[in-house]
Antibody
Framework: QVQLVQSGAEVKKPGASVKVSCKASGYTFTSYDINWVRQATGQGLEWMGWMNPNSGNTGYAQKFQGRVTMTRNTSITTAYMELINLRSEDTAVYYC??????????WGQGTLVAVSS | EIVMTQSPATLSVSPGDRVTLSCRASQSLTSNLAWYQQKPGQAPRLLIFGVSTRATGIPARFSGSGSGTEFTLTISGLQSEDFAVYYCQQYHNWPPGWTFGQGTKVEIK
């Protein structure tokens, strides 16, 4: 079955960066986009961007352009999301999700990133 | 950016009720609309995509409908496991990308 397993929780200081991993299994990694979505505590879902694991092409929501980078390592079927220049407002659970045309079929378990001085 | 507006914010219902959740888009989406269910402490789960197609394993009591800018998720015969937050999502055009509604919480009356 499809599984997306994310890396563990992180605590970062303002101005630092974080890199979250998403290990995919149970399907052909290069055949489906990986999207990243975040959710602050008690808040709704916020889409951050997508990456095509085959080509490496990416597309980021305007809000995150310049601060987010999505990459992959196809040899280990793992996608990564790096967010730089962290601020307290970036405290959230970050999810990776396998995408179809745009709908999000399968989700990772989430990674809590806490930003605090 | 396409803005998605869900209503109501909270719905208090009883098991067995028929529930209708609304989602409005700021511009026409054609058929690029999905619904998700999220329970506390869990990742979202895809329920419906393409406005009305149920995802794999989703019970038939969940149905989606609508067109243009107005969309609806209906749960016929609410079960105890259906109490959750529901989000709509548009994936109409890139750029600028996908957006979610703010969610509707379905709670026990």
């Amino acid at each position: 079955q499809v599984q997306l397993v994310q890396s563990g929780a992180e605590v970062k200081k303002p101005g630092a960066s974080v890199k979250v991993s998403c290990k995919a299994s149970g399907y052909t990694f290069t055949s489906y986009d990986i999207n990243w979505v975040r959710q602050a505590t008690g808040q709704g879902l916020e889409w951050m961007g997508w990456m095509n694991p085959n080509s490496g092409n990416t597309g980021y929501a305007q809000k995150f352009q310049g601060r987010v980078t999505m990459t992959r390592n196809t040899s280990i079927t793992t996608a990564y999301m790096e967010l730089i220049n962290l601020r307290s407002e970036d405290t959230a659970v970050y999810y990776c999700a396998r995408g179809g045309i745009g709908e999000l079929w399968d989700w990772g378990q989430g990674t809590l990133v806490a930003v605090s001085s | 950016e396409i803005v998605m507006t869900q209503s109501p914010a909270t719905l208090s219902v009883s098991p067995g009720d028929r529930v209708t959740l609304s989602c409005r888009a700021s511009q026409s989406l054609t058929s690029n609309l999905a619904w998700y269910q999220q329970k506390p402490g869990q990742a979202p789960r895809l329920l419906i995509f393409g406005v009305s197609t149920r995802a794999t394993g989703i019970p038939a009591r969940f149905s989606g409908s609508g067109s243009g800018t107005e969309f609806t998720l209906t749960i016929s015969g609410l079960q105890s496991e259906d109490f959750a937050v529901y989000y709509c999502q548009q994936y109409h055009n890139w750029p600028p990308g996908w957006t979610f509604g703010q969610g509707t919480k379905v709670e026990i009356k």
